[in-house]
């Protein structure tokens, strides 16, 4: 009986092991980094009017109720805060008039919930705002450990005088001793293309939404206020508050030139039912 080459067996196995390592290469050239994505509740606005959301009209004398996310993006180089909702002062008391008719309050607080994942206020590694009116900036001051990344147009704006109904309730001061990487434009937070800040400025004049690109959800667009409501991106309408007409629309021509290129999920952070979708917190979108 003759001998059965060695080799006959190990090349199955030996083209195995060559095919599994391809495979692996394979997919480390496409694999996105471990991101998480969480929406945490930071309050809601009531509205006796929402007109100053339409230029239009269409709004007029209509209420309605915003939702007040804060978004925490969970990335292996550190967190990064988006947004800080409507202050933590607020939580447990029957909430304030911003303005007549303009209503908030807050359930729960933003620490709190930070706290649920085991994360202090120091630990937030980098804070971004889509921009700085009092709905999006009332717990920036809980964060001055971190680096804020900030449109060098929304600050200059921001520290000038502001119209009503966006008067900080509590100024924000903490910029001014914490750590700042200033921008003028777009901004890739980690450096890998995974989680970038891109300018779209009309609401206030350095409004910008974050774009995030997630290893199982695939792109996903957070709209700051470039939107309001489904309806408001549906039909294209512009605040009446926003500071700039034209590059709102310029600002809504290219968040959905993204939208369409990435087949984006996209979320309008202050409608009820977008946020209602994701994942209930301490779940997250990954
Ligand atoms: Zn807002």
Redesign the pocket.
């Known amino acids: 009986m003759r001998p059965v080459p060695r080799s006959s067996h190990a090349m199955p196995s030996l083209l195995a092991v060559l095919l599994l390592c391809l495979a692996s290469l394979a997919r480390g050239a496409d694999a996105s980094p471990d991101i998480r994505l969480y929406a945490l509740d930071c309050g809601r ?1 009531e509205l006796s009017d929402m007109r100053m959301f339409d230029d239009s009209g269409a709004l007029d004398g209509k209420p309605g109720t ?1 939702s ?1 996310p804060c978004f925490l993006i969970r990335h292996p180089k550190g967190l990064l805060l988006w947004d800080t909702g409507l202050g933590d002062s607020l939580a447990g008391g029957p909430g304030v008039d911003f303005h007549p008719g303009v209503h908030g309050s807050v359930r729960t607080t933003l620490a709190s919930q930070l706290a649920t994942l085991g994360i202090e206020p120091a630990d937030i590694d980098y804070l971004a705002f ?2 700085w ?1 009092l ?2 900036t009332g717990n920036a001051n809980l964060f001055g450990h971190a680096t804020w990344i900030l449109q060098r147009r929304e600050l200059a704006a921001a520290t000038g005088p502001t119209p009503p109904p966006f008067e900080a309730l509590t100024p924000v001061v903490a910029y001014r001793s914490a750590k700042l990487r200033m921008i003028d434009g777009d901004a890739d937070v980690f450096g890998d293309g995974s989680v970038r800040l891109l300018s779209m400025p009309g609401h206030t004049p350095g409004h910008q939404v974050l774009e995030l690109r997630l290893p199982q959800a695939g792109a996903v667009l957070l709209s ?2 470039l939107y ?1 409501s489904r309806e408001n991106r549906r039909l294209r309408r512009v605040p009446r508050v926003n500071v700039d007409r034209a590059a709102t629309l310029a600002s809504m021509d290219r968040f959905e030139a993204l939208a369409r290129r990435d087949h984006a999920r996209v979320v309008i ?2 409608d009820p039912r977008d946020i209602a979708l994701l994942p209930r917190f301490p779940a997250y979108l990954h």
Do not use: E, F, N
């Open positions: 606005i915003m007040v889509s921009h009116h709905d999006h700051g206020d309001h952070q202050h």
